[in-house]
């Protein structure tokens, strides 16, 4: 997979970087798996008399129903804290709990269902009993928000309660406060029958993104264009008092997100990055290879309104300590237009490019929020970066890349991290594709002719 030396491709001076060859670079990794000998204990894993019976320990609960890679990244940082237990709640496995993955924990117990507020409680409370009183219950998933803040509720944890929460899961909740705040978003409704969804759009008029009141990323989005669509969509859909439909005016414009780390509601960090294409016309667009750039300047003039619009948007929705995620619009007449707003982490690859880019720890730095109610910048922001998502055209499995070797020589040196699309590994029905690729630089336009370069080298095959 290694690049060559010597002579370079076409392009390659364009970016003024010297030729190295191309690897994952694992040394600059910022978190270390630390291995434990964890036994087995009741329904999980328990190793917590390995502390002093007079060490006054914080117990942490972290929910989440499948713990993968990114949210043991989350897990490592809690437990990483000055005098924290680590606790953890997972969805019952065959096989039970894979070793390294109880490894991060001091104690962890299976649920046949993560999402059902009573068995996460019964555990909560089983935990108590055992260690004392919990400190804080969190995760970062968005769908299990507010299942966590109902077991918080219940058992008097203290963080984000169920109706500070559902103004960030449930769109219409989130909207409808937006609204009342004077701040921009589109139009909207949540529809309980056809009927309701039918007059909504005659009143506001075609194309409108149809979508679940309560959800994460594009998928399950509909962009309804004329009235064929429209039909379809709500045969699909089959909005009703119980599940209801989130209907919204469709916005065009560039699509970004903006980041902040926000400790008992006061905004103490803020972030943007910029979407290419949109993470809807990806998701309409399975051979679309996305891309995000994260600029080096946070305060750069199309950023203004939003860096006040988007503080006033988290403080208004009334968040707590960690992480929130918007997602908005610029508009081609200059409009700022506020989409959604998430209480936790954000996705595709937006942590470890703030990790790159401000050169700290930020799993650690959410980690200090959410258990510390302390925030310890602020941060230089030091160099810009962009992430570029693997896909091809066509269904399948992957067969084989083309292209690795030219970036590896052009633009090797912009490489901070990557993850290739492996032979034999099934399309991923997401934008975020079967691999990805980090690059960092001193400059914005650089990650952007970069990225440029990248996606139009780089072709991922498939096999049937």
Not at 341 to 361: C, F, K, L, S, W
């Amino acid at each position: 997979m290694g690049g060559t030396s010597g002579k370079g491709i076409a392009g390659q001076e364009e970016f003024g970087m010297r030729p190295r060859g191309f690897s994952t670079p694992l040394g600059k990794t910022f978190h270390l798996l630390i291995s434990y000998s964890p036994f087995p204990f009741e329904q999980g894993w328990n190793r917590s008399n390995q502390y002093p019976e007079d060490c006054a320990m914080r117990n942490v609960i972290y929910v989440v129903p499948a713990p993968g890679e990114n949210s043991l990244r989350f897990v490592r940082a809690l437990r990483g804290l000055d005098s924290v237990r680590m606790l953890g709640i997972v969805n019952r496995r065959p096989g039970g709990i894979d070793p390294a993955t109880a490894a991060n924990y001091d104690h962890i117990v299976q649920v046949d269902d993560c999402m059902n507020v009573d068995q996460v409680t019964d555990v909560v409370r089983g935990f108590e009993k055992l260690y004392g009183k919990t400190h804080r219950i969190t995760s970062a998933l968005e769908q299990i928000q507010p299942q966590v803040a109902e077991v918080r509720a219940r058992t008097g944890v203290e963080g984000m309660q169920p109706d500070a929460v559902a103004r960030f899961t449930d769109k219409s909740v989130m909207k409808s406060a937006l609204e009342k705040a004077g701040l921009p978003c589109a139009r909207h409704t949540a529809a309980r029958s056809p009927a309701e969804a039918n007059a909504f759009v005659k009143k506001i008029g075609l194309p409108v993104v149809m979508k679940p009141p309560v959800g994460a990323g594009c998928r399950d989005t509909y962009l309804v264009a004329n009235d064929d669509e429209l039909a379809d969509t709500l045969r699909e859909t089959q909005p009703s008092a119980d599940r209801p439909l989130q209907i919204e005016e469709f916005i065009s414009g560039q699509e970004n997100s903006f980041e902040t780390i926000t400790v008992n509601g006061k905004v103490h960090l803020k972030s943007v990055t910029r979407y290419y294409p949109g993470p809807l016309d990806a998701v309409r667009n399975p051979w679309i290879q996305y891309t995000i750039v994260f600029p080096k300047e946070v305060d750069e003039p199309g950023n203004r309104d939003i860096l006040e619009v988007g503080t006033q948007a988290v403080e208004k929705l009334g968040m707590g300590s960690g992480y929130t995620h918007m997602e908005w619009f610029k508009t081609a007449d200059g409009r700022t237009v506020i989409s959604e707003v998430a209480a936790r982490p954000p996705g595709v690859h937006i942590v470890p490019m703030m990790n790159y880019a401000y050169e700290q720890d930020f799993y650690r730095i959410w980690a200090r929020a959410v258990v510390d109610d302390a925030f310890d910048g602020p941060f230089e922001r030091k160099w810009a970066c962009g992430v570029a998502f693997l896909r091809g055209i066509g269904s399948g499995w992957v067969s084989h890349l083309d292209g690795v070797d030219q970036i590896s020589e052009a633009i090797g040196d912009l490489i901070v991290e990557a993850r290739l699309p492996q032979p034999g590994v099934p399309k991923n029905s997401g934008y975020e594709g079967e691999g990805h690729i980090i690059l960092r630089a001193r400059d914005t336009d650089t990650i952007e002719r970069a990225l440029k370069f990248l996606i139009k080298t780089v072709k991922v095959y498939y096999r049937d």
